[in-house]
């Protein structure tokens, strides 16, 4: 009997301080428990409350780079609470006061994750935002991956990462530090990031396009000519930004554009072999043909996209386009203001000829020099202008201001300077004997050249 008391009392002692250590327990935190690296074990939640508010104020937080501290700050500083009544009684609440003896040993697990309350949003992102701008000064930025046509050639740049801080990471670092109770916040994880990489599928998948475009080249045939378009040229109308890429109509817009300027004939100024001044130079009128934007474009533009290497012809508008070159050609009527003579030429040869009137220039009423064409033929028209409407038996216009060829019964005489007083309001008045077996001759579209 005795024997078996022996043996009970070391199990009744363990016993009795078991359980008054559970009931020791029951108001106060469990063995090791720490706050943000303080101690509060075996204090009441007040007591505690106290001890983290008196110690918080100076509790350092230190910001490692790799190994090297940058900087440091107080818990003060990054916006923890005053008051962590609440917080605390959350941890105390998840702990078993019967599993003290175990917390002898080991640290428990003190779960902040509903306690964020005790941080001021609004004083941890002026401490990240002030933080971030003075540790970036010699920082480098990240640089996203780019692909980019260089000397014919498609290139591709990796990303680099560089170490610039983000405001943004690091206020959700400094936090995640702080309810995991560590100190030390790294600041590797607040670095910004490239959001393009080489290791993107959209990258690669915007690579093989490029790939593919970079060997695209073409042909245009104009009139007698053929203009070869290289493939860097057709690369400089891709736009490239991060992951998309874009065939740019303004840029082949400018293109055609120099195209119409090297090859069009509508801005042209010709030099016309006259037949009795020689050669001159004749200005632009409404004769003459361009590009046509709208309709090339976007035939470049599937093409380019299908990756195909395109041979065509020039979708062009307007008038003087010939598969020789010839612009004028050999059939046009010939209007010599200085010498006040007109000229019909076909098939090379002066079929016709006739002195004329043209506009007075002493009234302000020259008529106006260029490469034109007769675009309408009216019988019987009545010609209409400031101060006057006239009736005439043929009327050929050859601009879009209201000049053009007509019979002239009221003019008693032609040529020589009777133009300089008794000159028209522009357009060019005809012998009526003269027009009237030229209308039938002239086919809608002739140039007529005024110089």
């Known amino acids: 009997m005795r024997k078996i008391l022996w043996w009970a009392i070391p199990i009744v002692v363990l016993l009795v301080i078991y359980i008054g250590g559970a009931i020791h327990y029951q108001n106060k935190f469990l063995p090791k428990t720490e706050i943000f690296g303080i101690k509060i074990a075996g204090k009441t939640t007040t007591q505690a409350n106290s001890t983290l508010k008196d110690n918080i104020k100076t509790t350092k937080y230190t910001f490692k780079d790799g190994s090297k501290t940058v900087t440091t700050a107080t818990g003060a500083e990054i916006g923890m609470s005053k008051d962590f009544g609440g917080m605390l009684t959350t941890v105390k609440n998840s702990q078993n006061a019967w599993s003290w003896p175990i917390h002898l040993f080991t640290k428990p697990t003190a779960s902040l994750s509903k306690a964020t309350a005790i941080i001021n949003d609004d004083t941890l992102n002026q401490f ?94 104009i009139e007698n000519k053929e203009v070869k378009v290289s493939k860097a040229e057709v690369q400089s109308w891709i736009d490239i930004k991060g992951t998309t890429m874009t065939i740019s109509k303004s840029k082949i ?130 010609l209409k202008g400031q101060g006057y409407s006239q009736p005439v038996s043929y009327w050929m216009p050859i601009n879009d201001t209201g000049v053009g060829l007509h019979d002239s019964p009221w003019q008693p005489q032609y040529g020589g300077s009777w133009y300089l007083s008794h000159g028209s309001h522009g357009c060019v008045n005809n012998p009526p004997a003269f027009i009237a077996k030229l209308y039938p001759q002239v086919a809608l579209g002739t140039p007529v050249v005024v110089f």
Do not use: C
């Open 128 to 221: 990240s935002t002030s933080t971030a701008a003075k540790l970036n000064k010699n920082r480098v930025a990240p640089r996203d991956a780019a692909l980019s046509f260089k000397n014919g050639k498609l290139v591709t740049t990796r990303e680099h990462k560089g170490n610039l801080i983000s405001a943004t990471k690091l206020t959700s670092t400094i936090k995640k530090s702080v309810l995991a109770d560590q100190n030390t916040v790294n600041l590797k994880k607040t670095y910004v990031t490239p959001q393009v990489t080489t290791s993107m599928k959209s990258f690669k998948n915007l690579k093989t396009k490029l790939t593919k475009i970079a060997n695209v080249s073409g042909t245009f045939k």
């Open 253 to 382: 817009d400018n293109y055609l554009t120099s195209i119409d300027h090297k090859y069009g004939t509508y801005y042209k100024t010709r030099h016309f072999k006259s037949t009795a001044s020689g050669t001159v130079d004749v200005p632009a009128g409404i004769y003459g043909w361009t590009v046509n934007h709208t309709k090339e474009i976007p035939v470049l533009v599937s093409a380019v996209k299908a990756g195909k290497t395109f041979h065509k012809d020039i979708i062009h508008k307007g008038m003087g386009y010939h598969a020789d070159g010839s612009d004028i050609g050999n059939t046009y009527i010939e209007v010599d203001k200085q010498n006040q003579m007109e000229y019909y030429y076909k098939d090379g040869k002066m079929v016709m000829s006739s002195a004329v009137d043209t506009g007075n220039p002493n009234k302000g009423h020259a008529t106006p020099s260029g490469v034109f064409d007769v675009w309408s033929k009216q019988r019987n028209a009545i």
